[in-house]
């Protein structure tokens, strides 16, 4: 006796349906984009509150404010001088990325004041000069012309 061609099909089915399952499912491109996002979100997320935390806790010491730096002044390619002023005196301090040299110390009073005219400032009187003179030098051309 012969089964019936009905009953091998359906006997074969379960077999059929668990190939099925066993085959890999299609990636679904919006998911991916979606899953790629939220993992970009989550970085940035970690990042910030990673600086918001590095900010609030490492800040330099502040004391009563008796340091304040007035000045710094590159005098080489690694070598700068410092004005600082401390409570009632300004140190003038040379600074190399060896060491740290106190070139002079001043009362606060005592700090000479930078140049407040223009005249006493060499590139700006030189260029005032300069100014005139091209002036004066167009003012004669119109004059003989």
Known sequence: MKPPSAFLALSA????????????????????????????????????????LLKRFSSPIRGNGLLRVLGVTAVGPREKVVLLEVGEKVLMLGVTPN??????????????????SAAADPVTTLAASFASRLTQALKGRRNEG
């Open 13 to 52: 089915l379960p077999a059929y349906c668990k190939a099925a399952t066993d085959a890999p499912a299609i990636p679904d491109p919006i998911a991916g984009f979606g899953q790629m996002l939220f993992g970009l979100a989550l970085v940035l997320g970690i990042l910030a509150v990673s600086v918001w």
């Open 99 to 116: 060491n740290v040299r106190t070139l002079h110390v001043f009362e606060r009073g005592e700090l000479p004041l930078a140049p407040t």
